[in-house]
């Protein structure tokens, strides 16, 4: 089946079966390597992307249920230019990664946690906010700093 | 000669610098395993059993042959015949010479051992089809009873291997002085005896396991990329497998996410990509799926311990004698065996005991193998003697800090240097005042007093305090100590150093990093060594191609080991420019100064070069001393002469809410010493994420199962790793005691957050529960648990 999306601002079409999950799409049919798979239940964030502004797991999703979607994943984050977000910035600044691999669907789930909470988060509301994302490396504290210093209230 | 420019002062040791390694990895450009991919290549699925130990009696490859984009599926039978492998997998660790070691290849031939045993192999065109047609294998079982528990394997009634009489592997015993032993336990004024659980955990780096293995059939070369922490020695363990050259084969672990021991091994599934990309001349790759990696990846901890405790009428220890048995799992894999040997010298903890003895018995079961898991049998250990601690003081009638200070070695004042009962000599310690420091930090008379405010007021949520001081054995570590111990490897850390003719400098480092921030920390050595820039230097690391020598990354090794390799490098570089300086100033060496990247002479200091200079003269060797080899570039093999002995203390408070039997870890404080540190920031994000795998032991994981060898949670969904909202944001403190082992004075920080915080959340949640009477209690204390030992307690109602 023809599914076409615009990730990044980019507009792609490509032939899939219609089993293709979207993660798998966008990593081996876009070619979109930074959105990882860590789990098989739906379980672990690893996948986070944007679809239409919103936060979700990638691996949730068929390829086809994306059709006509406007998705972002961590390759759209950073300026054209190559300057980091600032959620990808605090978490250099904040050590909130260690191997990387969470990192990706930590800083996507992050940003639209931000997004939704204009009126800024407390450390609670940061820690329930990441429920849906694992990290095994960093036990989290400096994840939730990091976050912090971005979406945290006044 | 170049003009003199003010020296580049460089302070890069010690600073929290910001990694390197980051602007890659956030902007999802780090290439992992899976990330790879090569034309022609094929997916391989496997065939796993579902019963734990059966009797293969059949297998149907015919509908998976004939399924679309299926090129090939083979059995165990079948790939056994291609001769892929001269050699079952290796165990690396006979610990003792008549240990049982069955067969262990990477399909099962005949009869299976454990759920998840590879039983026959599909390679298909893509990673759906290959799945597809995995699943249209059909294997016949006969099946045969499963030996699902330590318990069970040691009954014996069942065993693991049809062709065993019994589950037992091995005896090992460290009883240093026997008659000592028995005239400690003959009539203490104190007894303590104590048995613990370490129950199985599975390892889940966030990134699975996964190998894609290139052939290039020209050469009859193989590039294996594989998720490992030990690129060298898989290189070493293939070729000892399969036959295939060390020279042909080159393996690369590119981006890896996170191993924690899980990827330290030699697995079926790289020797099966690895021989059947060579034998087909055809790419070959696989990546483990979560589900699958509960069986494809060996887990970790299964041991039963008991330990023992004499003290006299103060407390003060005069002996500990501990048994435990082991659960290897249905084979031996790399270091499997010797994974409870490494926590055997730590059962007296940070503690002067005059007298010592342990014992472990290594049992087969047919479940997945354990091996390695961070810490690696030093959890378990300072586990039981810091649990063990905490049921003293309270038969003595003192505190937890208390009973520790009365024992800690040299009184908890400051040595060096000294010998331990079980045979070690700690590198240096100072446990007083890092005790001091983690109680002041945590408020713990503050915590007391609301501790015993909730009591006297019977409110329903209890506190509880919990503390450990721990020490481990780090820096894996001198070749004749691991030789001694019936290893089957050194322990060296090899570096290589050049500065570059424009004054760049390469470092090429045999360890690993999969997380640890190896670059940004070499980076800070060689500037500080070489006065130049961090940002002048690149690190080499990973690709057996580019850096041939090396072992690896585990057990907190890499700076204590491998960085102290490359600051040695660094000074014979600096050594080799200082003579070149000296020739061509028209000086003599002994009146060169090395400060900032520039060699000066004593006082004329206007008379100076910068090391940049240097190399660039090195480069074109027009003006060497005579009989010298132009280039700078040194290498230093490092094998260090003893271990590191990190310590730390941490104190932690939980909440127990008594009606629902729900545990909140409320604070936790942790004041490590890992001697000198080169970034701060580094090693606080390693303490961390050790921490928060303990409280994952102590409070939410187990890998459960049934009586017939049936994992019953292997998916994310019923294997509880903490999310960000099960833990909270954590205290962390120094204090700073040189190791006497090495010239930069550093410790391993890796593992130590691991090996301390299961024991000090247990300690908490058992002090909130001791006003009834609870002692101890299994891990993890889950609501479940928690509620019944308190109804249990309260009077059986549960
Ligand atoms: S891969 Fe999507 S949630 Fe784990
Ligand atoms: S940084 Fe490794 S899993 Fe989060």
Redesign the interface.
Same mark, same amino acid.
């Given at each position: 089946m023809e599914v076409s999306v615009t990730v990044n601002g980019e507009r792609r079409s490509a032939d899939v $079966?219609p089993? !293709?999950l979207l993660v +798998?799409f966008l990593? #081996?049919t876009l070619g979109? !390597? /930074?959105?990882? =798979? /860590?789990?098989?239940?739906?379980?672990?964030g690893?996948c986070t992307i944007h679809v239409n502004g919103e936060s979700a797991k990638s691996c949730t999703m068929f390829a086809v249920q994306a059709d006509g979607a406007e998705i972002t !994943?961590? $390759?759209g984050?950073?300026s054209e230019d190559g300057e980091?977000h600032p959620m990808?910035q605090a978490?250099?600044?904040c050590?909130g990664?260690?191997? /990387?691999?969470? !990192?990706?669907g930590m800083?996507m789930a992050a940003t639209s946690l931000v997004a939704e909470n204009p009126g800024g988060l407390d $450390?609670a509301g =940061?820690? #329930?906010g990441?429920?849906?994302?694992?990290?095994?490396?960093?036990?989290? +504290?400096?994840? =939730?700093?990091a976050v912090l210093s971005v979406g945290g209230a006044a | 000669m170049t003009a003199v420019e003010d020296p580049i002062t460089t302070t890069a040791i010690g600073t929290p610098m &910001?990694?390197r390694?980051?602007?890659k990895?956030?902007?999802?450009?780090? &290439?992992?395993v899976?990330?790879i991919?090569v034309v022609g290549q094929l997916w391989m699925g496997m065939v796993r059993s579902p019963l734990a130990h059966a009797r293969i009696t059949s297998i149907d490859t015919s509908a998976a042959e004939a399924a679309e984009g299926v090129h090939s599926v083979l059995t165990g039978p079948q790939l056994q015949e291609m001769g892929l492998w001269l050699a079952p997998l290796p165990c690396a660790w006979p610990v003792t010479e008549d240990m049982v070691n069955p067969p262990h290849y990477p399909t099962a031939i005949d009869e299976v051992h454990h759920v998840g045993e590879i039983v026959a192999v599909v390679l298909a065109d893509s990673?759906?089809g290959a799945a597809d047609a995995a699943e249209q294998v059909i294997v016949d079982y006969e099946p045969l009873d499963a030996v699902a528990s330590i318990a069970a394997a040691r009954d014996g009634s069942a065993t693991a291997h049809s062709e065993h009489e019994t589950n037992k592997a091995f005896h090992w015993p460290l009883v240093p002085d026997p008659d000592a032993l028995e005239a400690a336990f003959a009539n203490p004024a104190h007894h303590v005896k104590a048995n613990f659980v370490q129950q199985r955990l599975i390892p889940?780096?966030?990134?699975?396991r996964g190998v894609l293995a290139v052939p290039s059939p020209m050469g009859g070369d193989v590039t294996l990329y594989s998720a490992t922490q030990v690129p060298h020695i898989l290189k070493v363990m293939i070729a000892a497998t399969t036959g295939i050259p060390e020279s042909k084969i080159r393996v690369v672990a590119p981006?890896?996410?996170?191993g924690?021991g899980a990827k330290l091994n030699i697995n079926p599934d790289e020797i099966l990509a690895v021989t059947l990309a060579n034998r087909l001349g055809r790419a070959v790759r696989w990546t483990e799926?979560?589900?699958e990696a509960a069986f494809s990846t060996h887990q970790g901890r299964g041991q039963l311990q008991t330990i023992e405790l004499a003290a006299d009428a103060d407390g003060k220890l005069q002996g500990v004698r501990v048994h435990i048995d082991a659960d290897m799992g249905a084979y031996m894999m790399l270091i499997t065996p010797g994974v409870p040997l490494l926590g055997s010298f730590l059962y007296t903890g940070v503690y002067d005991v005059p007298a010592f003895g342990f014992t472990c018995d290594g049992y087969f079961t047919n479940l997945t193998p354990t091996d390695a898991y961070r810490g690696a049998g030093r959890p378990e250990a300072s586990y039981a003697i810091e649990r063990a601690m905490d049921i003293l003081a309270a038969q003595v009638g003192i505190g937890p800090d208390e009973i520790r200070r009365r024992n800690y070695l040299a009184g908890g004042e400051y040595f060096e240097n000294l010998e331990v009962p079980s045979t070690l000599v700690f590198d240096s310690g100072h446990y007083g005042p890092n005790l001091d420091r983690a109680l002041e930090l945590a408020d713990y008379d503050g915590l007391r007093a609301e501790q015993a405010r909730r009591r006297a007021a019977g409110e329903s949520k209890q506190l509880g305090i919990g503390m450990v001081t721990y020490v481990e054995i780090c820096g894996l570590a001198p070749s004749r100590a691991l030789g001694g111990l019936s290893y089957g490897a050194g322990g060296w850390e090899h570096a290589t150093v050049r500065l570059l003719p424009t004054g760049k400098a390469e470092v090429v480092s045999g360890s690993t990093p999969?997380?640890?921030?190896h670059e940004t920390t070499w980076s800070q050595i060689v500037a500080d060594k070489l006065g130049i820039p961090p940002e002048d230097v690149t690190v080499l690391h990973s690709d057996t191609a580019i850096s041939p020598l090396g072992l690896d990354t585990y057990g907190s090794r890499s700076l204590a080991v491998g960085g102290v390799a490359i600051a040695a490098a660094c000074d014979k570089v600096v050594e080799k420019a200082k003579q070149i300086a000296a020739h061509q100033m028209e000086a003599s060496a002994d009146d060169l100064e090395f400060a900032g990247g520039m060699f000066s002479v004593s006082g004329s200091p206007d008379q100076a070069m910068p090391i940049q200079a240097i190399a660039f003269g090195a480069f074109t060797a027009h003006n060497l001393p005579d009989g010298m080899e132009p280039n700078l570039q040194e290498q230093v093999t490092f094998d260090p002469t003893n271990f590191v002995f990190p310590f730390g203390t941490h104190v932690c408070a939980v909440e127990i809410d008594e009606d629902t039997g729900a545990v909140e870890l409320l604070s936790y404080v942790a004041v490590d010493d890992c001697g000198n540190q080169i970034n701060p920031?580094?090693v606080?994000?390693q303490v961390?994420?050790?921490?928060?795998?303990g409280v994952a032991q102590a409070l939410f994981e187990e890998a459960c199962y049934d009586e017939d060898g049936n994992l019953t949670n292997p998916?994310?969904?019923d294997y509880l790793?903490p999310?960000?909202?099960d833990?909270p944001?954590?205290v962390t403190d120094y204090t700073v005691t040189p190791s006497t082992s090495n010239p930069l004075g550093v410790k391993g920080a890796g593992e130590a957050?691991t090996i301390s915080s299961a024991a000090a959340v247990m300690n908490a949640v058992v002090d909130a529960l001791s006003p009834y009477g609870v002692v101890d209690m299994d891990m993890p204390a889950t609501p479940q648990r928690v509620w019944r030992t308190i109804n249990e307690a309260k009077g059986g109602q549960a």
């Open positions: $079966e089993r !293709t +798998h990593r #081996e979109l !390597t /930074g959105t990882n =798979v /860590g789990c098989d239940t739906s379980s672990c690893a !994943t961590i $390759e984050l950073a980091l990808q978490f250099m600044d050590h990664l260690q191997c /990387g691999y969470c !990192t990706p800083v $450390e =940061v820690r #329930e990441l429920e849906g994302n694992l990290c095994r490396c960093t036990g989290y +504290h400096n994840i =939730v700093k | &910001k990694r390694e980051d602007p990895l956030l902007a999802g450009e780090g &290439k992992y899976d990330d991919h990673r759906y889940a780096a966030m990134e699975p981006a890896v996410g996170g924690f799926s979560r589900s999969h997380g640890q921030g920031m580094i606080e994000g961390h994420g050790g921490i928060v795998q998916s994310m969904m790793v999310s960000a909202a833990v944001s954590m957050g």
